[in-house]
Antibody, heavy 121, light 106 residues
Framework: QVQLQESGPGLVKPSQTLSLTCTVS??????????WSWIRQPAGKGLEWIGR???????NYNPSLKSRVTISVDTSKNQFSLKLSSVTAADTAVYYC?????????????WGQGTLVTVSS | EIVLTQSPATLSLSPGERATLSCRAS??????LAWYQQKPGQAPRLLIY???NRATGIPARFSGSGSGTDFTLTISSLEPEDFAVYYC????????FGQGTKLEIK
């Protein structure tokens, strides 16, 4: 049973870069054909897909965030990461990492517990 | 961008009753629609994928139907643990989610 765990700063200043890491355990991030994704949820609101990385390293991003997002993978550490630049208060949310193991990688059966990131000075 | 509209926003029912939740897409998503359940403080849980397929371990009381722009999640007989927020998600282009339906105890 694969497990995912997000980590990173819980507080980021406006205009800075948000950086989060998702550590995968119980399986290799480079085995199988999976998409590894980031999804966020502002308090009391719905879910927003941020982007994904395939095991090959190819990426896709939400067009509304594309100019500010970078997702990368470190297979040696069994981790993948999110960087979101030029953050504002609107980027305050719980950030989840997830594995897409259904629907060709776009339905998410495995999730991290989520980590709250607050953007504030 | 494909917009998913869920209705109702809140559904008040009693255990044992049947729940019917709707999701409408702003354009056709074929059968590329999934449903998730989310409880407070928890990550979402995949229930249904590709409109009508139950994910592993999901009880048979959960069923999905629809295609094109109109989809339905049905819970045949509500258990106490089913009261939660439910989201639909499309994957026709980049993934996007509906705004959620809160299923609350009446």
């Amino acid at each position: 049973q694969v497990q995912l765990q997000e980590s990173g700063p819980g507080l980021v200043k406006p205009s800075q870069t948000l950086s989060l890491t998702c550590t995968v355990s119980g399986g290799s991030i480079s085995s199988g054909s999976y998409y590894w994704s980031w999804i966020r949820q502002p308090a009391g609101k719905g879910l927003e897909w941020i982007g994904r990385i395939y095991t090959s390293g190819s990426t896709n991003y939400n067009p509304s965030l594309k100019s500010r997002v970078t997702i990368s993978v470190d297979t040696s550490k069994n981790q993948f990461s999110l960087k979101l630049s030029s953050v504002t208060a609107a980027d305050t949310a719980v950030y989840y990492c997830a594995r897409g193991s259904y629907c060709g990688g776009d339905c998410y059966s495995d999730w991290g517990q989520g980590t709250l990131v607050t953007v504030s000075s | 961008e494909i917009v998913l509209t869920q209705s109702p926003a809140t559904l008040s029912l009693s255990p044992g009753e049947r729940a019917t939740l709707s999701c409408r897409a702003s354009q056709s998503v074929s059968s590329y629609l999934a449903w998730y359940q989310q409880k407070p403080g928890q990550a979402p849980r995949l229930l249904i994928y590709d409109a009508s397929n139950r994910a592993t371990g999901i009880p048979a009381r959960f069923s999905g139907s629809g295609s094109g722009t109109d989809f339905t999640l049905t819970i045949s007989s509500l258990e106490p643990e089913d009261f939660a927020v439910y989201y639909c998600q499309q994957r026709s282009n980049w993934p996007s989610f509906g705004q959620g339906t809160k299923l609350e105890i009446k």
